[in-house]
């Protein structure tokens, strides 16, 4: 059973499309997390959110808490988008620190 | 440019080795996490500092890693004996509350 369940896994698009890319998770949360990791292996913290909407350039990201699911939406999409974007969620904070779900990821290819 | 530094890039042992990676957390932030990537798992937490005490290992196995922060300025994640099971990326993250920055990774080959 995965605490984080992400879809596609595996997306492929035309340069200039309109990307989404959804994570539902089943655990109670304090934080989701969208990640970006590239074809080299570095990861970047895209965005850090536990409730509403966030925008940065043509990212956006939502979280709606009733229905324990986020999406990640990528406007005018660029080859250079192309990676794999993984969702991750932490747990209620606790004394004994948080718990750390990870979805496995989805690829995104965009092509020119 | 503040970054998070990992050291070394990349390691090639024999199993039964001592491993040691190395991690520079960005001056000022209060957390650092150890994750480990495979292809089969995905990103797993390992380990888990908060003002430099340990919160949660629960991802390690004990019985062969250690994760420490001698202090404030160096994360350390050891493995005694390493195992080829123990092939991966680890990654170093570091940041204030539930933000994080990760560390280029180091990529670990047991053989």
């Known amino acids: 059973k995965n605490e984080v369940e992400q879809s596609p896994q595996n997306l492929t698009a035309q340069e200039g499309e309109f990307i989404t890319i959804n994570c539902s998770y089943s655990v109670g949360i304090s934080a989701l997390h969208w990640l970006q990791q590239h074809p080299g292996g570095g990861i970047v913290s895209l965005f850090m959110l536990s409730s509403g909407k966030k925008k940065h350039g043509r990212l956006i990201a939502t979280i709606n808490i009733q229905e324990k699911h986020s999406s990640l939406h990528i406007t005018a999409s660029h080859p250079r988008d192309s990676a794999v974007y993984i969702c991750a969620v932490t747990g209620p904070v606790s004394n004994t620190g948080n718990q750390f779900y990870f979805g496995t990821g989805t690829s995104l290819t965009v092509i020119p | 440019d503040a970054r998070v530094t990992q050291t070394p890039r990349h390691k090639v042992t024999e199993m039964g080795q001592e491993v040691t990676m190395r991690c520079q957390p960005i001056?000022?932030?209060?957390?650092v996490f150890w994750y480990r990537q495979t292809m089969m798992q995905g990103l797993e937490l390992l380990a888990y500092f908060r003002n430099r005490a340990p919160l949660d290992d629960s991802g390690m196995p004990k019985d062969r890693f250690s994760a420490e922060m001698p202090d404030a300025t160096l994360a350390t994640l050891k493995i005694q004996p390493s195992e080829p099971r123990d092939s991966a990326v680890y990654f170093c993250?570091?940041?204030?509350?539930?933000?994080?920055?990760f560390g280029p990774g180091t990529r670990l080959t047991v053989l």
């Open positions: 993250a570091s940041g204030f509350g539930n933000e994080q920055f």
């Open positions: 001056l000022g932030h209060n957390t």
